[in-house]
């Protein structure tokens, strides 16, 4: 395989990866907001949490994907197989 097929691949593995962890963090947040607070709290509370949830998510998997990335570069060098995305100017 040639570095534009790995590159296109690990921008596909590395979406769906990334959107996978944001939606465990997103389920695991509102399950905690369901558990924590009961039918008779005030919708607005519970609308300003659930804003909240998938704003934690939304942060929480950059940072864990982040993460990932960089231990994945440091144990195999990505570099080597990999196409850089932007080309400098000439």
Do not use: C, H
């Not at 962890?21 to 300003?48: K, N, R």
């Not at 998997?61 to 990999?82: A, G, H, M, V």
Request: aromatic share 14%; glycine share 6%.
């Amino acid at each position: 395989m040639n570095k534009k097929l790995n590159t296109f691949l690990f921008l596909i593995v590395g979406t769906i990866v990334n959107i996978g962890i944001m939606l465990i963090l997103l389920i695991l947040f509102l399950y905690l907001i369901g558990f924590a607070f009961t039918a008779e709290t005030s919708s607005q509370l519970v609308s300003a949490l659930t804003l909240g949830a998938v704003m934690l998510s939304v942060v929480g998997s950059y940072l864990i994907y982040s993460q990932i990335i960089k231990f994945i570069n440091k144990k195999w060098d990505l570099e080597k197989y990999i196409a850089p995305l932007f080309k400098r100017k000439r």
